[in-house]
């Protein structure tokens, strides 16, 4: 069975940083993308940052370069560097792992993060 462990949320104030890792316990095979997605007070889950099978990133717009995805594929964890937080990034992070060909989708259980002075 495949479970994420997600850590590094909490409290921080605006303009500080943190980082959220997540690591895959079980076995996932094939191409996948793996990442981060978030959920904000009232609003719907949106997309942070995704790296596929092969190192290619996807970022969101919001992101605007404060914030890096990286991967470490032998621990199939990815680890996602948060620079210059705002009170907007506040919100519930979520890791995801899912395969290319939709066969599996397996989700986090989040990790707080709340940018406030």
């Known amino acids: 069975q495949v479970h994420l462990v997600e850590s590094g949320g909490g409290l921080v104030q605006p303009g500080g940083s943190l980082r959220l890792s997540c690591e895959v316990s079980?076995?996932?095979?094939?191409?996948?993308?793996m990442g981060w997605y978030r959920q904000g007070p009232g609003q719907e889950r949106e997309l942070v940052a995704t790296i596929f099978t092969g190192g290619v990133t996807k970022y969101a717009d919001f992101v605007k370069g404060r914030f890096t995805l990286s991967r470490d594929v032998a621990y199939n964890a990815v680890y996602l560097q948060m620079n210059r937080l705002e009170a907007g990034d506040t919100a519930v992070y979520f890791c995801n792992v899912r395969a290319l060909d939709q066969s599996y989708d397996y989700w986090g259980q989040g990790t707080q993060v709340t940018v406030s002075a």
């Open positions: 079980g076995s996932i095979f094939g191409r996948n993308a």
